[in-house]
């Protein structure tokens, strides 16, 4: 289970896609953000779940549908105080980002690997 956290003195973000407006903290959607722009490169997409206050006092978690030919935007709020915070949230989609950018190795054959590894064959 992911332990939400206040961090005092600092601002917090809104997601905004067409389905509404979620405001949370600065790190959370700098992590969405980045995961977004990582599955946009891959043209792929997914859903994330993040918490964000409903009303002051209220948390609440929404799904988020990221990713290829999706419009998420980050608008930095002026709301000061407590930030919502997700350590193990922004973690995961950080990591998940770094893993999509980078390369794992695949790549088409050359004409001379595919001499190499299928010379003699009927392939």
Known sequence: ????????????KTLENRAGAYLTG???????MEYSGALVQEQLTEVVEIPFVAKPGIIRRVQLLIGWRTEVNAIKDGVHGNELEDAELIHELRHKAERLRTPSGDAPFSEADVDEFFGGSDY
């Open 1 to 12: 289970m992911q332990t939400l956290q206040w961090n005092t003195g600092l601002s917090m």
């Open 26 to 32: 600065d790190e959370i959607a700098d992590a969405v």
